[in-house]
């Protein structure tokens, strides 16, 4: 593996949970914004969580990725040529 | 009218920016062909269990459930716990030993490995074909959708563009992003980019499922709310009249379980490439596994918005009159008749020329079930929220058509050009074929998706095409890997009378209400059955059956290979790898039985 794939996926969930979120904190109380998600503020609450999810896994990403780079070359497999990486 | 605001376009451009970002900086790693067709082999396995549903979770997994769920209820399930999880724990435990260790590079390479170079490409050449319509129709879908959801009305008109060029914006934009990011980063970038959408999906969803339930008053108030059939996976499963399906259990279990859903799994290279894309062979046989555990869940984000959608109260024009410090106002609430004869949130659908809603022929509203799913993420998502929600449901799209594009590049790349077209050119050349294939596809599909415009069942009649092909498959499979007696001669006889069979049973059956021509009949009608979902599963066990009998008999008579030949590609002549360095929890098996138990309690829970 090239790019632990959880750092552009943790960066964009929390990314997107922290605009949910500054949003969510902007609107809320906004009676009209929120009525068809029968009053609840799914801005803000959805964006917390995608925001603990987004840095959960950047945190793990970004462990896995100096891992990546700091372990040796993986060891073929038995009887398989490898090329390339 | 759809209000999207700027933090939805910051969303939605986010989202864009990350796909073709992870593009550019996989890029630089594709070095040789293997790299870019094969993720260099080198991925792990829950990256490729997660890409492996989610190059299924195309539109018409996303729209076409919700559809369903609206449709025929909870029975909709099958499709996922008869439908799939047998058949991705038969892949992962029973044949990726032979997918991966023959070191085949696509199906079809693995069906010339065992059988022969006709085998080989008889199904090279119907597999590129059928991607390359079946992306270029995902592409169509979206583009309607995304007018019928009038997406990017508002920046059209912001921009002064004629709103008769947001079907071309949508099917360019969308194609450019998929052709970009594959041609830089090949079938890893598809897979990073799956997984991205595969979260995505469920960020997008979840919401919706838990708003909905909370609105409908949770469990037992969706359960008041629609017909108790819609509420029952096998309840009335017996026979055909006692379920909105129409099906009966040996329809579904033989038809959809062991021939339909196993053709698919077992067999298609669209979902199989992931798999043979990870490191090693204990993360190739849990590739399936993995993706089996969500996939389990997923009735639950897919099926349930649209029996949500069907038991919320239809909206109706209102007036409400109240009084504030002596001013009398009139609020009224205006919907169109299509919202008004729907069921639910879930519209009719209107004869384009009169105006007026469509009827069954028993007189009821035609309903149009696909808009039950996004019109459920209108209803309850605010601004913000539904920028999300837009994203996951483009993103399905897209990455639906990746899989197809990246499973053609490289079938069409190893199994049609350096097999039949120029044999032994340098590595470079066959990674500069495989980018140029990806544009080519990407063009034909674009073409695809323009010819659904002008002529109206070419979707229909592709898709019945594709169940032709596909239906005998897994008997071909199947005979391949565990009788070491099947000859290449036989396999080819065996696909060619299979589908022959489809079509036949297709010619000779109609499903009750329908007319001859595209929905069958259009040779003579012999029987009737009460459902089009019954006559697909029963056509798919003739066309299986058919496949499998004369698979053996002209097996029987032509001459097998040497045994030595078919170490590796048949099950009773390979050894049995040694297992002993991984704890006994580790084993792809352990997971398998631990999937298993999941499915049966998940069946239980929705019986």
Not at chain 1, 64 to 83: F, H, I, S, V
Not at chain 2, 405 to 426: C, E, M, P
Not at chain 2, 581 to 599: C, D, Q
Request: charged residues 10%; hydrophobic residues 50%.
């Amino acid at each position: 593996m090239i790019l632990d794939l959880r750092v552009p996926l943790g960066l964009m969930f929390s990314l997107v949970g922290l605009i949910l979120t500054v949003f969510g904190l902007k609107t809320n109380g906004d009676a009209v914004l929120y009525a068809p998600s029968l009053g609840i503020n799914a801005n803000l609450w959805w964006g917390l969580v995608l925001l603990v999810f987004g840095l959960t896994m950047l945190l793990l990403g970004r462990r896995g990725q100096k891992r990546l780079e700091n372990a040796p070359p993986e060891l073929p497999e038995e009887g398989q040529q490898r090329r390339g990486h | 009218m759809l209000n999207l605001t700027a933090v939805d376009w910051l969303i939605m451009v986010l989202y864009f920016v990350f796909v073709l970002g992870i593009g550019f900086a996989l890029k630089r790693h594709m070095k040789t062909s293997k790299d870019f067709f094969q993720a260099g082999r080198a991925l792990p396995a829950w990256i490729c269990g997660l890409a492996f549903i989610s190059a299924n979770l195309g539109a018409q997994e996303v729209i076409g459930m919700g559809a369903s769920g609206a449709k025929y209820g909870l029975e909709t399930a099958h499709f996922y716990g008869i439908g799939a999880i047998p058949a991705m724990i038969f892949v992962g435990i029973f044949m990726m030993p032979f997918y991966y260790g023959s070191k085949a590079r696509s199906v079809p390479e693995f069906l010339r490995m065992r059988f022969d170079e006709k085998t080989r490409a008889l199904n090279a050449c119907s597999f590129a074909v059928m991607t390359v319509f079946s992306s270029g129709i995902s592409m169509y879908a979206m583009a309607r959708l995304i007018q019928a959801l009038h997406v990017f009305d508002g920046l059209f008109h912001a921009l002064g563009w004629a709103p008769e060029g947001i079907f071309t914006f949508s099917i360019v934009l969308s194609a450019a992003i998929v052709l970009l990011y594959i041609f830089l980063g090949g079938l890893t970038s598809a897979i990073y980019n799956e997984v991205l959408q595969f979260f995505l999906i469920i960020a997008g969803f979840l919401p919706l499922v838990l708003i909905g339930l909370r609105n409908i008053g949770g469990w037992s108030g969706l359960k008041a709310a629609v017909p108790m059939a819609y509420m029952h996976e096998w309840k009335g499963v017996a026979h055909a009249s006692t379920n909105p399906m129409g099906i009966e259990i040996i329809g579904i279990g033989m038809g959809l379980g062991f021939v339909l859903g196993s053709g698919y799994w077992c067999t298609d290279f669209l979902v199989i490439q992931t798999a043979m894309a990870s490191k090693n062979m204990e993360s190739a046989r849990r590739v399936p596994l993995i993706a089996a555990v969500p996939k389990m869940l997923f009735p639950f984000l897919v099926i349930l918005p649209g029996i949500l959608a069907i038991g919320l109260p239809t909206p109706h024009s209102t007036t409400v009159v109240r009084n504030e410090n002596g001013v009398i106002y009139h609020d009224t609430t205006v919907v169109s008749p299509q919202v008004e004869q729907g069921r639910g949130l879930v519209p009719a659908k209107i004869n384009p020329v009169t105006g007026k809603p469509m009827l069954t022929a028993s007189g009821q509203p035609l309903l149009d079930y696909d808009m039950a799913t996004p019109n459920m993420l209108l209803h309850f998502f605010p601004t913000g929220i539904l920028g999300l929600g837009l994203t996951a449901l483009l993103a399905s799209f897209m990455s639906g058509m990746a899989g197809n594009v990246t499973a053609f590049n490289t079938v069409f790349t190893y199994d049609l050009y350096q097999s039949y077209i120029r044999k032994g050119a340098s590595d470079r050349h066959y990674m500069a074929v495989g980018r140029w294939a990806t544009v080519g596809g990407i063009l034909l599909s674009i073409a695809t998706a323009y010819a659904a415009i002008n002529f109206n069942n070419i979707m229909d009649t592709l898709q019945l095409v594709f169940s032709f092909v596909n239906a005998p498959l897994f008997a071909t499979f199947l005979l391949g890997m565990f009788w070491k007696r099947a000859t290449g001669h036989g396999a080819f006889a065996g696909l060619i009378a299979g589908t022959a069979a489809a079509m036949l049973h297709h010619g000779l059956t109609l499903p009750i209400e329908a007319r001859t021509g595209v929905h069958g009949g259009w040779i003579a009608v012999l029987h009737h059955y009460p459902s089009d979902m019954a006559q697909n599963f029963w056509g798919a066990i003739f066309a299986f059956g058919t496949n499998f009998i004369v698979a053996v008999v002209v097996s029987l008579a032509t001459r097998p290979r040497p045994e030595a030949e078919l170490v590796g590609l048949v099950h009773s002549l390979t050894p049995k790898p040694a297992r002993a360095h991984i704890t006994w929890w580790k084993r792809p098996e352990a997971l398998a039985v631990a999937v298993l138990v999941g499915a049966i309690a998940v069946n239980i829970f929705f019986y």
